[in-house]
């Protein structure tokens, strides 16, 4: 079977106008183009990068949802005021309650609408935080962002959806203080769209060297698993037309990043999720895998031991097809057993050996007694070969971004609407309070670019 090429359009195929005008090609920008389209908009996105696809390309777990026909499908009965709850605590109960609420209560409905599509994430895994198995991914249990831009783009080429690469957009244009177009950098020149609706969906500052000194001064040494694209453009836009920017300080750190090497390399949650363990130069366990983002890297940063490590065996590895990639590249190390992988890793052999004993009887037994963990023990660490990934946290994600109200429209410094103006995805804040959930960000992207495709086609019908 061909692999898919999309092909985006020359910059000389710029319309002067558009009903709905997206910023950025990520998951989110995708997903509201479809959704915007298919309400009757003549809708065009432009993304500053060559490649398409954004930091939605990196996600490797799968999609947070609650309630699915999938979940039901494999006898998992879950409820939405559990994932409510979780997420809440998970953000320390700083979420924008109204954002969550509608996140959650749209979650289903957005799996079943990549289903319509073509897109189907039919396997399910856990992610830190969650009590369930609502990580909803592909049933090749293959990474689920570029499985979901790649389904994205074969609908917008089939549907003919304008996509504009290698389009920088420097200017929001503003017609009083509504924003009514804009202004691109493009190959054929700086080129002014007029445009009813735009939407921001170009993802967070996690690249941003500049920002991060001004928002985290305390993290700007840390790397990023972030593509390079992420700089906050779209956080700088906004601010030029007065919007609100609120939370900037939360700044995600992903406890799990390879990081020994030029390139920095995210080792997805569902490695942890599907029964892998961390341990210590001295080969002991010494966090909970799946609590929340924060606690795990904050216990790995604490070792003051030039990181941690991943363990796990064959049959994880199986579950969790990006192991492969990671292997591919060099992060995996090998032993026949757990004593030649602890020469291999240079940690004590016999703790290892009798940490993962003492791990294994906790899945058996269903009763971590050290560490409290009770999710993602669906199997031990038993079938050799067996495998080590070094890790480190890694500055993953920001929190903050664009004040929106649960419509996805822009607020503006004194909290007014702002005519014309939505933002949806990393680039705004609120929903995640200080601590973003494995498995929420993938949801985010799909839930909110409806929800901003929805709402840009009721603000254009009604005026």
């Known amino acids: 079977m061909a692999k898919f090429v999309f092909t985006p359009k020359d910059s000389s195929e710029i319309a002067e106008s558009y009903d709905a005008v997206i ?10 183009a479809m959704q915007a389209h298919e309400l009757g908009l003549k809708v065009a996105v432009f993304e500053k990068n060559e490649g398409l696809g954004g930091n939605t390309n990196k996600a490797s777990s799968g999609m947070n949802a609650s309630e699915s026909n999938v979940q039901f499908a494999q006898g998992i009965i879950d409820n939405k005021e559990d994932f409510y709850k979780e997420t809440l605590k998970g953000g320390g109960l700083l979420n924008d309650r109204d954002m969550l609420r509608y996140f959650v209560d749209h979650s289903a409905v957005a799996i079943s609408w990549l289903e319509d599509h073509g897109i189907d994430l039919t396997d399910l895994t856990i992610t830190g935080g969650m009590s369930k198995k609502r990580a909803h991914r592909p049933a090749s249990m293959a990474p689920v962002g570029g ?3 790649t389904g994205l783009l074969k609908k917008i080429q089939e549907e003919d959806i304008p996509v504009f690469n290698k389009a920088k957009v420097t200017k929001l244009v503003q017609t009083g203080k509504a924003v009514t177009g804009i202004e691109v950098e493009t190959e054929s020149g700086l080129k002014k769209v007029a445009a009813k609706a735009v939407l921001l969906a170009s993802g967070g500052f996690g690249a941003s060297k500049e920002m991060m000194k001004k928002y985290r001064p305390d993290l700007v040494d840390y790397k990023t698993t972030n593509q390079a694209g ?5 956080l700088k836009l906004a601010e030029a037309v007065d919007a609100q920017l609120m939370q900037m300080e939360y700044v995600q750190v992903h406890p799990t990043a390879q990081t020994d090497g030029a390139r920095t390399f995210l080792i997805g949650e569902a490695v942890r999720g599907e029964g ?10 010494f966090v909970n895998e799946l609590n929340t983002r924060k606690i795990v890297s904050n216990a790995i940063t604490g070792l003051n031991e030039d990181g941690a490590y991943l363990i796990f065996d064959q049959g994880i590895r199986d579950h969790v097809k990006a192991v492969e990639f990671y292997d591919a590249i060099g992060l995996v190390k090998h032993g026949a057993s757990l004593g030649e992988l602890a020469s291999e890793i240079g940690v004590d052999s016999s703790n290892l050996e009798a940490t993962v004993k003492t791990w294994n009887e906790a899945v058996k037994a269903a009763d971590d007694s050290e560490f409290g963990r009770t999710t993602g023990m669906d199997r031990g660490i038993e079938k050799g070969p067996f495998f080590a990934i070094h890790v480190h946290p890694a500055i993953h994600y920001t929190m903050g971004g664009i004040h929106i109200t649960p419509e996805t429209k822009a607020l503006d410094t004194n909290g007014n609407v702002i005519s014309g103006l939505y933002a949806a995805g990393e680039v705004s804040g609120g929903l995640h309070g200080n601590n973003r959930i494995g498995g929420n960000s993938i949801a985010e992207t799909v839930i909110f670019g409806r929800q901003a495709g929805i709402q840009m086609a009721k603000f254009i019908r009604e005026n």
Do not use: W
């Open 230 to 234: 992420a700089t906050g453009d779209g």
């Open 147 to 149: 499985y979901l831009v």
């Open 23 to 32: 910023v950025g090609a990520g998951g989110t920008g995708l997903t509201a």
């Open 276 to 285: 892998a363990i961390l341990v210590n130069r001295a080969g002991k366990r």
